[in-house]
């Protein structure tokens, strides 16, 4: 690997090896020196922001009774996310960190997603040019998101979702073609919440106690204006983190238990999360839904898309308790002081409600793939995650190699229904790669040969993959035949270029995903 170095990425290792060493100097210097980053006395001083959960979608009336429909229209938005100053954002229905979608197992969405973004971006001039995926979706290829399925400024697509699977923490965010990065770090990302009534018969935190906490990192000039600079395509880090689109928010809890729904909705950041009592949480969903039983951790690796649900209970602290989500940081992030910390929560009263306030030791029995094991024919494929030349690849191939076959090329064909084991290996110590396989729930086996994570026992669709590291998963493939996306959710490795896809069923089987649904112009007839 090392030697595969060219001498340009070998002094971009030690540039960040030296920003790390530097650390925890405030403010590092790796952006580039002609960027006007905005003053740290600018910023808002940690938990001085109230906390909000983004609003809910309302879908539009329609005179079919099973499906839930929805108008989504991506635009610009002049946000105050800093005190006294605006940002440009583009975002869906310019809400930032949201609109969140609340649905329910059993009732079929179709979501009109509308582009509406100026024809180019503000500071960077590509065309804006959207793709939407709902990420933990098993939707069809042509509703999947596909990077090359795009939609131009002023066309729009309805999406199709099933809402067939278990309850769990889905988001949709944007997945254009090589500038993923990008339309994701404007803003557009947001969290889709799926209910079962298993899920809702539990005794666990329901309703205002259960709490979505969209965490990202951002970098602002002193305009106020987003500063996008992902060091050469290496990956891009902020120094304010933002929750729910608010810098360090500060949330008025009561003495009992939340759930907290915590997505990574970073670019390029990891976080290792700790509350400052030095307490435990207990883990009871990750990114398919909720865990066979709970698990009680006091330290959670969290890779870039994987979601996870915890519980906090606040019941032990006596009003007037302060207690810091703190992020303690993961190899090969760039830190700042300002990101050892995402938001505090305040214990300001005794609870008024104590319905849901437990914990169950079983949660779902059932939970998707947690029952999938190897047996002595499980087929394993390997995929390597490896930087050649300047470019990030997976087994030395690129999206760019699909776009070259005119998107036939595949790295994996397995049948409809067969379950196999996936390896991920990452041989460097530079960097880490969050890997996301879309379609599937898949079951963490093993990482280096030793068992998963306690918090990583249930179903999964990123897997963390550090340095160093080779994880193995285990996955059915199914329920649909088609062309599906797999790659690093470290969105700038992403874009350049390591995204691969895989052909369930046999070859040309299931729907085309560029061409079964094609986005259409605008003005679109009514819903
Ligand atoms: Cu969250 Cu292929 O994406
Ligand atoms: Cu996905
Ligand atoms: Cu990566």
Excluded at 185 to 193: H, K, V
Excluded at 458 to 467: A, I, L, R, T, W
Aim: aromatic content about 10%; overall charge negative.
């Amino acid at each position: 690997m090392v030697a595969s170095l060219n001498r340009r990425d070998v002094l971009k290792v030690g540039l960040f090896a030296g920003a790390a060493v530097a650390l925890p100097l405030e403010r590092v210097a790796i952006a580039k020196s002609t960027i006007d980053r905005i003053a740290a006395s600018k910023l808002p001083r940690p938990f001085t922001v109230p906390f909000a959960v983004p609003p809910v979608a309302t879908a539009v009336p329609t005179a079919d009774a099973t499906t839930d429909y929805y108008e989504l229209t991506m635009r610009s938005n002049q946000v105050e996310i800093l005190p006294g100053l605006k940002t440009e954002l583009w975002a869906y229905d310019g809400i930032p960190a949201g609109p969140t979608i609340v649905t329910t197992r059993g009732r079929p969405a179709v979501i009109r997603h509308i582009n509406g973004l100026p024809p180019t971006h503000p500071a960077l001039g590509y065309t804006s040019t959207t793709s939407v995926h709902l990420h933990g979706s098993a939707s069809l290829p042509e509703y999947d998101g596909y990077a090359s399925d795009v939609t131009q400024p002023g066309q729009y697509k309805d999406y199709h979702y099933p809402n067939f699977q278990d309850a769990r923490t889905l988001w949709y965010h944007d997945h254009g073609v090589h500038h993923t990065a990008e339309n994701a770090y404007m803003g557009l990302a947001a969290m889709y919440i799926l209910h079962d009534e298993l899920e809702l018969s539990l005794p666990i935190p329901h309703g205002r106690y259960d709490v979505p906490l969209v965490v990202r990192d951002a970098m602002f000039a002193s305009s106020g204006a987003l500063i996008y600079d992902d060091s050469n395509h290496s990956g891009l880090f902020g120094d304010v983190i933002l929750v729910n689109g608010r810098p360090w928010p500060r949330m008025e809890v009561e003495r009992r238990k939340y759930r907290f729904r915590v997505l990574n909705a970073s670019i390029s950041r990891g976080y290792r999360w700790k509350l400052s009592t030095g307490d435990e949480f207990t883990v009871i969903g990750t990114d398919g839904g909720l865990m066979q039983a709970p698990q009680r951790v006091t330290e959670l690796r969290h890779g870039m898309a994987e979601r996870y649900e915890i519980v906090i209970d606040f019941a032990k602290y006596p009003v007037g308790t302060r207690v810091v989500l703190q992020n303690l940081g993961v190899p090969n992030a760039v830190d700042f002081d300002t990101t050892k910390q995402a938001m505090a929560f305040d214990v300001v009263a005794d609870p008024t409600d104590l319905s849901g306030n437990a914990i169950p030791d079983v949660l779902n029995p059932k939970a998707s793939a947690m029952d999938l094991t190897p047996t002595p024919g499980t087929r394993t494929r390997r995929f390597e995650f490896i930087r050649v030349d300047g470019h990030w690849t997976i087994n030395g191939k690129t999206w760019e190699d699909v776009i070259k076959s005119d998107y036939q090329y595949v790295w994996a064909d397995p049948g409809l229904g067969d379950v196999e084991i996936w390896e991920f290996v990452n041989k460097s110590g530079g960097w880490f790669h969050p890997v996301h396989v879309h379609l599937v729930d898949y079951k963490v086996l093993d990482r280096n040969g030793k068992p998963p994570f306690a918090y990583e026992l249930g179903p999964k669709d990123v897997v963390y993959v550090g340095e160093n590291e080779t994880v193995r998963v285990i996955a059915q493939f199914g329920p649909h035949q088609g062309r599906y996306m797999m790659h690093c959710h470290n969105l700038v490795h992403e874009d350049h270029d390591m995204m691969a896809q895989f052909q369930v069923g046999p070859p040309g089987s299931g729907d085309d995903p560029i061409w079964a649904d094609v986005a259409k112009a605008m003005p679109a007839p009514a819903l």
